[in-house]
């Protein structure tokens, strides 16, 4: 048991897909959090066995899988009061609705209930959505811009990790009015975890090792559907976290929200750095565009606008839930240059997923998060 | 001896800075160049010691090390014809006069006669320049680009390797008046082995693996000058290879020529990775651009522009002289994304040198130069 | 301040060496502990620095470096109540005795106080005793193999990392009275965390990556004498944690005690495996030997006895202070070939030392130190 | 075609299994190869494909892959008179014979035809032997070690990757009667490559990254086979490329030829890196086993034997056909320590193929293989 002194004042939480990076995450940061009592962990391919069988570093998490699909009701019964789904994308959103129905909350990391239209959606991930009803019913859980939606959702949405670095870099000025509304040019760096356990050519130490070059470009990419939602909201002055359904239905391509999205795939494991240029609404002095962000994330625990003489870098991040951001104003002031960092695991991941669970209880929001990282691993 | 059937078709060159990652890449390569015959090598550093003994990967190159500063006179007694100077900035410079006098044709690698301006070269290397009377002689050696300059020159200012990257990918539109004149956005990845082989912090292995992210960002970088100059120069129309002195001069920051670079360090040895939006003057369609690339490029070996459905990769060019370059084009047809991938050591520096020494000889581009790669590495 | 919530029940604690490897790691992991108040923090590099400036990985870390070296009164009236000393071998000896003679107790993480002999200190570390007449006084921090020494010392020396892994995996087969008295053959792989983080040609990433080899092999290696030292203690049937003093002189070299130790590095930052042959004085068989060490090390949290069907790996460990061990038996049973993993700065350094200062309070050994480690990294 | 200038003085040559890391390792020192013309090319999985496409490292390979099973009478008319098939063990033994009816010789890289005896291939590789009839036809193709047998050979059997190493570093003193028959302990450490392309877990990355271990230890590893028949032939005074049948048959364990073999996974893409301890059968000195060593290896381009002050490393032998052999002597001259370094794919598959086929038709060994390395990579 992760936490035999469980008491009153812990929840039940439940975890689909521990056998994955994200899920064990999930696990990792739950079995340490000082709220969560961790009460079932669920997996398609190792039912019935050992967590620590599975994850050898890990021999503390004295936990047997269970089969999954797994049974709401029989959670429930166990004690289960929210569920953290870490499947890939269309595996668990036909059976949301019954954890929902059973009266349990849902934290998705899928890219499944981000988007408001199932047509983009169904541009996006090549799938007919599994769960149309439930779209525009979940929270989009960019913690630091989520306002009550999060308190009072039952299903949030997990940010993808490519839009939580692209976002928290570039909203602030968007919201601002600051933004031109000229392409937004956005370049991305990522390590391998982001493309997930499974195995294949493209994830192959040999033929990662030593290379670096984009990916999925143009049009292509997952994210640009949430990013595009979440930059249109937020230029319309609404709230990223959810808008009134069809408001940002216009912005699905790069004409109406020219956003240029280039993702590159780097020789590590954890990590996403994001370098991306927004062109002005009128001149600008970097301090000014500081100060701006400073207002916006005071208070906020896990976004950190670094000095002027600070660059974010994925290692600074790593093993945390923190976002660093920092920016430089060049063209004479007309563009933007916002730089973040962040680690794709855990703020981009199952960091912020648990970011969002303590909000939607009410807790602080860096509950059982780390704020600091590994600086050497 | 390297080659010791050399005969009356072997040019004698010399190689500064041997023990520098660009000096024994020079001297890999002249090594199987058939038209070299490697007879000097200088370094301050390791005079006297067996070159094999310095690169135990090499047990082949069985010459032992001379002390620099080298002698022209003695060089030239020795049948060195040209020189090829692998120093770090400022070096070599104050005696690049003393080997042109003694009639020796000398190849730099550093970045001392890249500018034209001694003024933009104090500004961007924090030197006072130690020879400005030979500013404006050389030529600049971004191959393709460079007509008649070559053949002629004494003196070959080879480019920086960010700059090789970024040029080539972007002087195509700019050259044939495609680009609208708004800030170009270049990003790019590069190895660790661009930062040289001096140990620091920054280099040191536990402080590089596992991290990404940018540096040297806004108004700091070296090779925004000869970016810049090259730019302003292919956008008057005048030769890349050096035009006439002062026309670039006026383009030495972002607001008179607005390109905004972000280099990024990766966890890997060898490689840059540059992706490039440029803002274009009208609206375009990808095989357009593709098609005026290609037709720009036709007949250069080292330059290959990849089909709509191939993105270049560090891994696919390390090792190898080639830069490959993929683009696309989005925001509705008025931006060009070019991507570009070169080996830093090769195409960004020595395998450069070399393919503009043949150039400057009368030789073909790929005389002992490697096409093909190291897929595994 | 790391700890605001400081009580009664918090001991407080001072760190040497902040800006290395080693002094990061204790300070990430005290920062944690429930028992510890982390009240001053030395370097001799960068005094009057935050420490999150230093590590910006750690924006946590919310503590000013002093100057060092340190003045063991003035650490006292802050509530410094024991000292970690992270620096390199002889930086600290000297100064030892004024923090002893004030009061304070001492875990050193250099190799100063490992040994018994000031002759074999002279010879492996190339270097005359600081102060000749601590040595002998020191408990030899091998936490499992430390009985009654821990709870009294003032002083403790931590183990090595390599000798850490090495004697965790072979002395249950020695003190048990199995090994033959044949030459044992020790290799073991370590990351380059391990070779410390001041800058070196042999750490650069660029000579380090994609190589893996031998070093110091032969007489050579600093740790090779706490190895003989430790193994003759336990042969001769006493304390490993310091025995009567002169018992293990007679083992300083490859004849009077045939330990031959091959260490080699690794393109990794963290982590050490040891795979160690063990000739056995009578035939064995592999389910007899695992049963004896895991009666050792029963009631031992940080070692891990695996199955048979399992092996040790750097990254099951990778953040963890376990170290895992594995044996086989071949040749006939007459030849133990024990594995062992652990992370060279936690159980191989920090972690270790930590676990020595529990031991020291009476606390049980776990407190603050984690079991499980990071899977992804 | 790779050739286009083949005369009369070029060798049709083929190559079965071109998508894999041996297979593209074939290819690319063939088609520098002097003496070779590179006919035809086949792939189970990529027929029809153009080699380039399968290598976006090699656009200079254009070659269309064949598909696979290949017709041999086909392949001879297309002027292919000799067969590398760099296949998975068990997947072209069968039609091996067929090849060779037609006249072809075959140079095999996989285990099949490296053992003498059919029940020792069961034991080790898992499967029926597919031409048990061939079995002690092929010369075992450890180049140095081989006489006449392979000048007369139509089929050589090349050795494996990890028997390579242990093997050139073993035999001078085992073939020389030092070795005193007390079990030798071998240690090793591979690079991914060496696992093959097929993606695995194991492979994966996120998995290989940040770590190292042991794998297949004790009675596992399908080299232990031909390692041992190795080390008998030379014990009893025969040669080691192909003894009279049976004599090795008694050699098939840890009792009757005691070597404990423990292969190692580091976070390199190539490389081997051996450490092998072997107990003398008198005491030596260090200076007289490097003067047996190296008269050994006299005149063989790619066994070097290093002075006392260096040790090997994969980075050194990194892209080149050496093995870089070191020995040190320990336990008071009563055990050599013997350190090698290769390349899994060229010493360790591809470039001993193409030096035992340089051997099988008259030519100088080095024809066409790399001395020097890849310092950086």
């Given at each position: 048991?992760?936490?035999?002194?469980?008491?009153?004042?812990?929840?039940?939480?439940?975890?689909?897909?521990?056998?994955?990076?994200?899920?064990?995450?999930?696990?990792?940061?739950?079995?340490?959090?000082?709220?969560?009592?961790?009460?079932?962990?669920?997996?398609?391919?190792?039912?019935?066995?050992?967590?620590?069988?599975?994850?050898?570093?890990?021999p503390g998490l004295d936990l047997v899988l269970d089969d999954d699909p797994a049974d709401p009701a029989a959670w429930l019964d166990r004690g289960v009061?929210?569920?953290?789904?870490?499947?890939?994308?269309?595996?668990?959103?036909?059976?949301?609705?019954?954890?929902?129905?059973?009266?349990?909350?849902?934290?998705?990391?899928?890219?499944?209930?981000?988007?408001?239209?199932?047509?983009?959606?169904?541009?996006?991930?090549?799938?007919?959505?599994?769960?149309?009803?439930?779209?525009?019913?979940?929270?989009?859980?960019?913690?630091?811009?989520?306002?009550?939606?999060?308190?009072?959702?039952?299903?949030?949405?997990?940010?993808?990790?490519?839009?939580?670095?692209?976002?928290?870099?570039?909203?602030?000025?968007?919201?601002?009015?600051?933004?031109?509304?000229?392409?937004?040019?956005?370049?991305?760096?990522?390590?391998?975890?982001g493309a997930g356990r499974a195995p294949s050519l493209g994830t192959h130490f040999v033929e990662v090792s030593g290379g670096a070059g984009p990916y999925?470009?143009?049009?292509?990419?997952?994210?640009?559907?949430?990013?595009?939602?979440?930059?249109?909201?937020?230029?319309?002055?609404?709230?990223?976290?959810?808008?009134?359904?069809?408001?940002?239905?216009?912005?699905?391509?790069?004409?109406?929200?020219?956003?240029?999205?280039?993702?590159?795939?780097?020789?590590?494991?954890?990590?996403?750095?994001?370098?991306?240029?927004?062109?002005?609404?009128?001149?600008?002095?970097?301090?000014?565009?500081?100060?701006?962000?400073?207002?916006?994330?005071?208070?906020?625990?896990f976004v950190r606008v670094l000095d002027g003489d600070s660059l974010p870098d994925t290692r600074h991040v790593r093993g945390s839930n923190r976002c660093?951001?920092?920016?430089?104003?060049?063209?004479?002031?007309?563009?933007?240059?916002?730089?973040?960092?962040?680690?794709?695991?855990?703020?981009?991941?199952?960091?912020?997923?648990?970011?969002?669970?303590?909000?939607?209880?009410?807790?602080?929001?860096?509950?059982?998060?780390?704020?600091?990282?590994?600086?050497?691993?």
């Open positions: 048991v992760i936490a035999p002194e469980v008491g009153a004042d812990r929840v039940g939480v439940g975890v689909l897909g521990a056998t994955g990076y994200s899920g064990l995450e999930l696990i990792r940061l739950l079995a340490s959090h000082p709220r969560a009592a961790l009460r079932a962990v669920g997996s398609r391919q190792a039912a019935g066995e050992r967590l620590s069988r599975v994850w050898p570093s890990h009061e929210v569920v953290f789904a870490a499947l890939p994308h269309g595996a668990f959103a036909a059976r949301a609705e019954a954890f929902l129905a059973a009266g349990l909350r849902v934290v998705d990391l899928s890219g499944d209930f981000r988007l408001e239209s199932a047509a983009e959606y169904g541009q996006r991930y090549g799938l007919e959505h599994p769960a149309p009803s439930l779209l525009g019913t979940a929270a989009y859980g960019l913690t630091e811009w989520c306002g009550a939606e999060l308190e009072a959702a039952s299903l949030v949405a997990n940010p993808g990790c490519y839009a939580t670095a692209v976002l928290l870099a570039t909203l602030p000025a968007v919201a601002a009015g600051r933004w031109s509304g000229a392409a937004i040019v956005a370049n991305a760096l990522s390590g391998v975890s999925r470009v143009g049009e292509v990419h997952a994210h640009l559907g949430e990013m595009r939602q979440a930059l249109a909201r937020a230029q319309a002055g609404g709230s990223v976290g959810g808008g009134a359904p069809g408001e940002a239905s216009a912005a699905s391509d790069d004409t109406s929200l020219p956003l240029l999205f280039s993702p590159h795939l780097v020789p590590m494991s954890r990590g996403i750095a994001a370098s991306i240029a927004v062109p002005l609404a009128r001149r600008a002095r970097e301090e000014e565009i500081r100060a701006l962000y400073r207002e916006r994330y005071a208070g906020h625990a660093d951001i920092a920016m430089r104003v060049g063209a004479g002031g007309t563009m933007l240059l916002a730089y973040a960092a962040l680690d794709n695991l855990v703020k981009g991941a199952a960091g912020q997923a648990i970011q969002n669970w303590n909000r939607m209880q009410g807790w602080p929001e860096p509950t059982g998060l780390p704020i600091d990282g590994w600086a050497i691993a």
